[in-house]
Structures are given as C-alpha cells and as structure tokens.
C-alpha cells in the first residue's frame, strides 16, 4: 500500500531508514499524537518498503502489551501488534553491534501449518499450529525508548519488532497444555526472571485470537508458515552478551547466543 499523504510517507522514510542504517532517531522525528490508524497505516507501508526494497520478506508477528502491567506502561486499553521481517537469527545467534536499545522477553511461538482466519475458534487454532518455545528480542528505531514512546509510536515502529528465535515446535498442543504454563529465563546458567502464561492476555490462544481479528481488520492474512510471537511472560529485561535459555514446563526450551 502506498502512503495516503506526504507526511504519512515522510515519517514512513524516517523509520525505514533509521532500520536499514541501524541508527537510533530522536522520539520528536515521529510524532507522539499518531492515533492507532495512522501508526498502524505508516507500520504496514515500512513493511512493504522494507519488502519490496531490501527483500525482507514478512517473517509472521510479534504481539505485545497483553498484561495490564505492561499496558499500562504506555496508556492503553489494548494488545497492539508489529510485523516482524527478515531472516531468523543464524544458528540463534545475534550480535550486540547490530542492535539498536534491545530487550529480551519470553514468549511462546505459534507457526501456522496452515492459514489462520477469522472465524477460527481457539481450539481451530491450536489445531492449525505448532508451538514453540521461544525468546524475543525487541528493539526500537527510537532513542531512550523504553518505556518513554508513546502508543502510537511503539506501533509506528511495528511494536517495537527486533527478532524471535523459537526452539523445537510441538503439535497437538491442548488448550489446557497452555493454560499455566510457567517459563524461566536464564543466562549463562542463572535465573534472571520467570513468569506464566496467564499474564498473556489470560492465555496465550487468546492472544492469537486477537490477532487474527486485528489484522482482519486491516485486510491481512495469517498465512501457512508464518510465525507469531504471542505475548511475554515477564517484564522486558536489557540484553546483555551471553548465553540464555528459555525454559517453559512441558513444551520445551529456546536458546538465545548473544556475542
């Protein structure tokens, strides 16, 4: 889609190439007052710029702010969404020098086997998906980002997307499999956090329901082999270089090497 207006498609360059040049940009470059349209319209032109320019074909999504805790970080009432492009991490190993102000959050995987839609129920979904365990790594176009941007920056900037690495899929995963789950993050061998499932919007399925209805809205698919990153667990902690593991009772474990 192209931009609707000049403005829409001066702030859609600002932040493409804030990506490509791996440079931070001041928060005033996009402006704090977007409401959810408009940042949702300049997050979906990047995506396409980034795919028909640099070839970074859409990976899937990352969903974020599905506890009241971190809603409330930034004024909302809602999930919201990014898209998340490139490849995955080569061999679950990232570099320190090609990030901009990352985090690390734990998050289950879903990967569609086939296309998701709208009028899929939960357990339609569970039924269409693998799930992973996984780590997220968000990062932001924005300088001194978290948590100062606001709602419409954070979507602006495709919900902060950095990467996601996932770890061995599993079929047949049951409502009930999902329902409190309790995952550990540790690095180089230390606990750093923990969390459960219940704080992904009461469950993780749920927050893959959202979605689904979300991008319905907007006119865009939950395609066969696309990947969603369904909400964290835990508090986003800095990333910092070493080793972490994921753990998450009874689906399997993630591993993160950052140098």
């Known amino acids: ?43 979906r032109a990047v995506t396409e710029k980034k795919a028909a320019e640099a070839g970074e074909q859409l990976r899937g999504y990352k969903i974020s702010l599905t506890s009241k805790e971190t809603q409330d970080l930034f004024a909302s009432d809602s999930p919201l969404y990014g898209a998340v492009t490139g490849p995955a991490p080569d061999r679950n190993t990232v570099s320190l020098e090609g990030l901009l102000s990352p985090l690390i959050e734990l998050e289950l995987i879903f990967i569609a086997q086939e296309d998701l839609s709208v009028t899929d129920d939960v357990q339609a979904i569970l039924e269409k998906t693998h799930v992973a365990p996984g780590i997220e790594v968000p990062d932001s176009r924005f300088e001194d980002w978290f948590p100062n941007v606001s ?36 690095l180089d061998g230390r606990e750093i956090a923990s969390g459960v499932s219940t704080e992904v919007l009461g469950h993780p399925v749920h927050a893959v329901k959202w ?28 990333l910092e270089r070493g080793t972490y593991t994921a753990e998450y009772e009874g689906i399997g474990a993630a591993e993160l090497v950052v140098k």
């Open 211 to 238: 979605l689904i209805e979300e991008l319905h809205k907007h006119g865009l698919p939950l395609k066969k082999g696309m990947a969603v990153s369904s909400g964290t667990f835990i508090l986003p902690k800095p």
């Open 1 to 43: 889609m192209a931009a609707k207006n000049s403005r829409t498609a001066e702030l859609v360059d600002v932040l493409y190439e804030a990506h490509m040049r791996r440079q931070s940009i001041p928060k005033d470059r996009i402006p704090a007052d977007l409401d959810k349209e408009q940042a949702y319209e300049i997050q």
């Open 151 to 186: 709602l419409g920056q954070v979507i602006a900037d495709s919900a902060v997307a950095g990467t996601f690495v996932a770890g061995t899929p599993k079929a047949g995963v049951t409502y009930s499999q999902l329902e409190r789950v309790k995952g550990t993050l540790k």
